[in-house]
């Protein structure tokens, strides 16, 4: 498969003279914070640096792929949900999980009073809500932040390079788990050294003997060292393995020691039949360890998204907790612009909302974990059992 790059709107003049607020980061966060921002009538300017842009040697994809159920109300709210079905994004029906057991056990979102949830495209979902904030009246810039100092950002033109400054009154950090703005405001606190090893597994033509791979849950497997899911995409089939750093083989760095790791499932490999060994992808990386910024919102700007709270993707619950954030972000900054005698309170009102999200995920993440027993002596699920305390990341 190989995708059409997101569409980008055309871009607009730039005016002169500083912005009510600047959202830096143009995933679901930073899109949803600029769109609720710009329909309060602000002038807003949204920052996308482009990501890292597609492997070379694999398909288009964006890891990050599962909308949970518990979104569809919230789209509603945002006046996006008609456009985002009109996407297709394939269905998700529910989980298998070889958890606290080596049997497989289902959980349907037949009953879930929300519907199905969705496997999504990332690159369109997110190139979806950046159109609809360029649509409310944001406009879409692709830099980086470099810095902010005062109500002045130093930013880089991710095409030209070129170095400016711009000024803003508040500023929305949205730029994921590099946290560019909160790190220099506040101390982030890491809850375990959880990294993915993933690799997407490209279509292949099937005989007609062979009935299509069209799983629709997400299958999740337990082992001794870590844990692997593994899910259909439109790119293909992801497989990801999560484990602490310092517990990986090197050679899950290479397409033959992951699928050598990968073989040592039960489960997981099963969705892999036919699957040629040779043509394995070159696995990628990606930090997955839960993180905390405290605080999470100052004078002149808010942290949204994972630059706020990121959760260890067991929880199923990052890209929601990206949308909620990111619009309530965008509300706490326009009341602030409103009148500068309601700051404190929005500020209080948004650190609460937080608060309640990071108590409901530890709570959630102890559980699930502590659910499985199987490997009293694996440092990882040791680690797990102990309830390390978070430690400065």
């Not at 070889?98 to 949830?117: E, I, M, N, Q, T």
């Not at 944001?138 to 400054?165: K, Q, S, Y």
Request: hydrophobic share 40%.
């Amino acid at each position: 498969m190989n995708p059409r790059p997101p569409h980008r709107p055309p871009a607009r003049p730039r005016p002169s003279g500083p912005v009510d607020a600047l959202v830096a980061g143009g995933g679901p966060a930073g899109a949803v914070a600029a769109l609720v921002l710009a329909r309060a009538g602000h002038r807003v300017e949204l920052l996308d640096d482009g990501g890292q842009g597609p492997p070379p040697d694999g398909p288009v994809f964006k890891i990050g792929e599962f909308l949970p159920p518990a979104a569809r109300p919230l789209l509603n709210d945002l006046g996006l949900l008609d456009g985002f079905l009109a996407a297709g994004h394939p269905a998700s029906t529910g989980t298998y999980a070889a958890w606290g057991s080596a049997a497989l056990h289902g959980r349907s979102h037949l009953f879930d009073p929300y519907g199905h949830g969705w496997h999504l495209d990332r690159l369109r979902f997110d190139a979806f809500l950046r159109d609809a904030a360029v649509a409310a009246g944001a406009e879409l810039r692709r830099a980086t932040v470099l810095e902010r100092l005062g109500d002045r950002l130093t930013l880089r033109d991710r095409d030209t390079g070129t170095v400016t400054e711009r000024s803003a009154r508040w500023t929305v950090d949205a730029t994921g788990r590099r946290c560019v703005i909160g790190r220099r405001h506040g101390h982030r606190r890491r809850q375990d050294r959880l990294v993915a090893a993933y690799a997407v597994f490209p279509d292949r033509p099937r005989p007609r003997s062979r009935p299509e791979d069209v799983e629709a849950r997400t299958l999740v497997e337990a082992t001794p060292h870590g844990w692997w899911y593994t899910t259909r995409v439109p790119a293909g089939r992801l497989v990801a393995h999560l484990t602490d750093a310092d517990l990986a083989t090197p050679s899950l760095r290479t397409p033959q020691g992951f699928w050598s790791a990968l073989s040592r499932t039960v489960h997981v490999r099963r969705r892999l039949a036919g699957h040629d060994p040779e043509a394995t992808p070159l696995p990628r990386w990606a930090p997955a360890h839960g993180l905390r910024l405290t605080p999470a919102a100052g004078p002149g700007w808010v942290a949204a998204g994972d630059a706020a709270l990121a959760f260890d993707p067991l929880s199923s619950q990052g890209i929601l907790t990206a949308l909620h954030t990111g619009a309530r972000a965008g509300r706490t900054v326009a009341d602030c612009l409103v009148g500068p005698g309601r700051t404190g309170a929005a500020l209080a009102d948004y650190t609460a909302f937080l608060d309640g999200i990071a108590a409901a995920y530890r709570s959630n993440h102890a559980q699930a974990y502590d659910q499985e027993r199987r490997w009293p002596l694996s440092p990882f699920w040791r680690r797990r059992r102990t309830a390390d305390s978070p430690r400065p990341a």
